[in-house]
């Protein structure tokens, strides 16, 4: 079969058979029966991680092997629920109270699921315990009568994201961005994908500058090559590999989503992908990303593309990050922002920076430079870095990327080459 050609195949929605079509040459075209077939059985080309690829096999088996796991279940009599703080698809959350010493905790109740998904997030849970900004899990318990499990987590004073994402400083952004990256390096030098990084998950205690990132639900052990199921993370934060059907990916699922929520941040934007189902994500964000990279991206791996997008997906153009900018984001909005979240939402996520990368890129040079006294002091620093030229990555904190006189002016030539 030609190189060039990128195919789907047909599939059968309410009863009814969608052909099977190919994309040659940015033209969808109607293939035969046999075609169809050849489609079906052609392999996706495998990935592998760049960085922790090894780590679960380095491990003892018990650490990963979590079907097998023995929990090991507390006294729920030693827990009082105080109120309801919210509910979600798999589980129930209250803020309660620990006896003797009546301390405030979070017990998150569960509902019906399959034992092997309980065990899988408890045993992450355990394995994750004392990581860097990761929730700290203190006990499991279970209703006596209902058999209903319940995990009882340290209480965190969250503000509500909607809420707190609007009051943010520049810096204030990159300190919490930086405080989940740590958490995220951590979870994956230990062999696990979160796999539903969301600001619904990230907790901030604002006046203590403290986050804890929560749910680990649907996260997984990561094994080089292992096919996972793509029905993980919320919509507006699904990887491009999720909306494709590729199953071989690995942490850097959890960076795209990552990116996501930088750009809701920086540009006032939520969420910033804002599609209506998963078909629609996608297209969203070859909006922005555009189609020719769609392309690319799934050429490069064989994918084969659902014959949906034949209608939806349009032809669209790479867009540059400056159309996104106006009056009441810019001054959270710079070179070295822009140069990040360019790093970050890429199609290919091989392309993507690591946890790691992204921690030592020079947007976050303000908080490395500042990290003894980022919990000790709640304003903007004073004195941060200050060499460079306005529009360089190594610019002032706040160096905006447009001007207010400006609006409409080109990218400082540093992000234009991230751009290119």
């Known amino acids: 079969m030609n190189q060039e050609v990128r195919d789907t195949v047909s599939e059968v929605v309410f009863g009814v058979r969608l052909p099977c079509v190919f994309l040659l040459n940015g033209v969808w075209m109607d293939v035969s029966a046999e075609e169809e077939q050849r489609c079906r059985n052609m392999p996706v080309i495998p990935s592998r991680a760049s ?250 791996y064989q994918i084969a593309l659902d014959s949906r997008f034949t209608e939806i997906l349009g032809r669209h153009s790479k867009k540059r990050w400056e159309r996104f900018v106006h009056s009441e984001n810019q001054h959270l909005v710079s070179a070295e922002s822009v140069d990040f979240l360019d790093r970050l939402l890429r199609y290919d996520h091989q392309e993507r920076l690591t946890a790691k990368e992204a921690m030592d890129h020079p947007y976050f040079y303000p908080i490395r430079e500042n990290e003894p006294r980022n919990k000790h002091d709640l304003s903007t620093p004073t004195s941060v870095a200050n060499s460079g030229t306005p529009g360089s990555l190594n610019a002032p904190l706040g160096t905006p990327l447009l001007n207010n006189s400006s609006a409409g002016s080109s990218l400082p030539a540093t992000t234009q080459s991230a751009q290119s």
Not at 105 to 116: E, F, R, S, T
Not at 171 to 195: F, N, P, T, V, W
Request: glycine share 4%; net charge neutral.
């Open 51 to 300: 960085v922790y690829a090894e780590v679960n096999q380095e491990k003892p088996r018990e650490y990963w092997d979590y079907e097998c796991h023995m929990i090991e279940w507390g006294n729920i009599d030693d827990y009082q629920l105080i109120r309801k703080l919210g509910r979600g698809k798999y589980s129930e959350v209250f803020e309660g109270v620990r006896s003797p010493l009546d301390e405030k905790c979070v017990i998150k109740i569960l509902k019906p699921v399959k034992k092997k998904k309980i065990k899988r997030e408890i045993k992450i849970l355990e394995n994750l315990r004392g990581g860097t900004n990761i929730i700290t899990l203190l006990d499991v318990v279970k209703d006596p009568i209902s058999r209903t499990p319940a995990l009882v987590f340290e209480y965190v004073n969250n503000t509500d994201f909607k809420q707190l994402y609007q009051t943010l400083t520049d810096y204030d952004i990159r300190y919490y961005l930086y405080e989940l990256l740590k958490a995220l390096d951590y979870c994956h030098s230990q062999g696990i994908m979160h796999r539903d990084v969301k600001p619904h998950n990230v907790m901030i205690d604002h006046e203590k500058r403290t986050l804890r990132l929560i749910d680990w639900g649907l996260a997984e052990f990561y094994h080089p090559r292992q096919e996972y199921n793509v029905r993980v993370a919320s919509r507006y934060f699904k990887g491009p590999e999720l909306l494709v059907d590729y199953q071989c990916y690995d942490y850097s699922l959890d960076m795209w989503s990552l990116g996501c929520m930088l750009a809701s941040m920086i540009f006032r934007k939520e969420p910033f992908f804002h599609g209506h189902d998963n078909y629609d994500q996608l297209v969203r964000i070859a909006k922005v990303l555009g189609t020719e990279e769609l392309f690319e991206y799934i050429d490069k």
